[in-house]
């Protein structure tokens, strides 16, 4: 997956999948994320990774575990690639 290039403390990226709302976030640190049930207004999960990269692919993780149950054999490295981040 291509982490998030261009980036400096404070930036926010926000990518939609299946009805949720993954958002990274930049801070001086580390990178948090958060993952959104648009529909319900709910966040559902929100964490901290060293890297834009690994926060892109935790979240993206976590929504298909979310979405498609643990057993799913969806591979989310695959499927990141797909998914167009906009810088916000």
């Known amino acids: 997956m291509p982490e998030i290039s261009g980036i400096v403390e404070g930036g926010r990226y926000e990518a939609d999948f299946e009805g949720l709302r993954l958002v990274v976030e ?3 640190d580390y990178w948090q994320f958060f ?5 319900n207004c709910e966040v559902l999960l929100t964490a901290q990774r060293p890297t834009g990269n690994a926060a ?9 575990i979310h979405t498609f149950g643990p057993e799913h054999d969806l591979n989310p490295q695959v499927l990141a690639t797909m998914l ?5």
Do not use: K, M, T
Not at 56 to 64: D, N, R, S, T
């Open 84 to 88: 167009v981040w906009q810088s916000c």
């Open 35 to 39: 993952v959104y049930d648009v529909e």
């Open 26 to 28: 930049r801070h001086l």
């Open 56 to 64: 892109q692919l935790a979240a993206l993780e976590f929504a298909l």
